[in-house]
């Protein structure tokens, strides 16, 4: 990331992430829903250092089970692991893309999610698992978008073009 921007960009994108997850986030859309906070993570950590992906993932973590008003730690730990990971594999040479970025989403929603699973079992493994799937999915079409803007603001600057 470039630096002090970066870290304001990744900032105003889990706090508008929040957001969207307390006013739309119980919403489904044909069984599957979105989770806006792992798609922010995703999509921040492909522009961070390992550091900064468990630091991105922490904060995600944290604002997902306050909002959820359930015990926090299995949110911080998973979202701190998936963020993380995916920071891991970004730093690792992989070329950012649109394509990157759906993986991404898609990684961390069934990263998380079925990590969640493990620390704290759902009533019914079946409809969690298929509600997991769906997610995913749609977590990774809306991070194109995310990305793409993300790209905008984070990415690599071309010699002799101007940015607003």
């Not at 995703?42 to 250092?49: D, H, I, K, N």
């Not at 944290?62 to 730093?91: C, E, H, P």
């Not at 009533?123 to 749609?138: G, H, K, M, N, R």
Request: glycine residues 12%; positive net charge; contains cysteine.
């Amino acid at each position: 990331m470039r630096g002090w921007i970066g870290v304001l960009v990744a900032g105003i994108v889990l706090y508008l992430a929040a957001a969207a997850e307390q006013s739309l986030g119980p919403r489904t859309l044909f069984g599957g829903r979105f989770d806006y906070l792992l798609i922010a993570v995703a999509c921040v950590c492909l522009f961070t250092s390992r550091k900064g992906g468990a630091v991105a993932g922490f904060f995600a973590g944290l604002l997902y089970g306050a909002l959820d008003g359930a015990n926090m730690w299995q949110y911080v730990l998973t979202r701190t692991l998936g963020g993380y990971f995916i920071a891991i594999v970004a730093s690792g040479g992989i070329e950012r893309s649109l394509f990157a970025a759906f993986l991404a989403a898609v990684f961390a929603t069934i990263f998380c999610q079925l990590t969640l699973m493990f620390l704290a079992p759902p009533p019914a493994v079946l409809p969690f698992l298929l509600d997991t799937i769906s997610t995913a999915v749609y977590n990774g079409v809306l991070a194109m978008a995310v990305y793409a803007v993300l790209n905008r603001i984070l990415g690599p600057r071309k010699a002799g073009t101007v940015h607003f």
